[in-house]
């Protein structure tokens, strides 16, 4: 059974920085893609960014580049998105989530982890 758990998330002030993990568990995760999501309170969820969990190879959305980073440890099975220059508009619930290597979709979840950015 596959389980992504998301950590880190709380409250912090405009200009700070957290780090969101992400332990993943249940099978080899070796080929899949795992992305990070968000979705603020009254919006739609929204494309954060993603990392391929063989290559380390990175993407990111314009919103967020040049201010979070994705990386993931192999040992741990855990993928991390660390989040500098916070502002109030990333406040929202963050998701990580897992996609196959045949896969368009991303199929699995984790149950998401609040952020809070204060002015």
């Known amino acids: 059974q596959v389980q992504l758990v998301e950590s880190g998330g709380g409250l912090v002030q405009a200009g700070g920085s957290l780090r969101l993990s992400c332990l993943a568990s249940?099978?080899?995760?070796?080929?899949?893609?795992m992305g990070w999501f968000r979705q603020a309170p009254g919006k739609e969820r929204e494309f954060v960014g993603r990392?391929?969990?063989?290559?380390?190879?990175?993407y990111y959305a314009n919103s967020v580049k040049g201010r979070f980073t994705i990386s993931r440890d192999n040992a741990k099975n855990t993928v991390y998105l660390q989040m500098n220059s916070l502002n109030v508009e990333d406040t929202a619930v963050y998701y990580c989530?897992?996609?196959?290597?045949?896969?368009?979709?991303?199929?699995?979840w984790g149950q998401g982890t609040q952020v809070t950015v204060s002015s």
């Open positions: 990392i391929t969990w063989n290559s380390g190879s990175t």
């Open positions: 989530a897992a996609r196959g290597i045949t896969s368009s979709e991303y199929a699995y």
């Open positions: 249940g099978r080899t995760f070796s080929g899949y893609t």
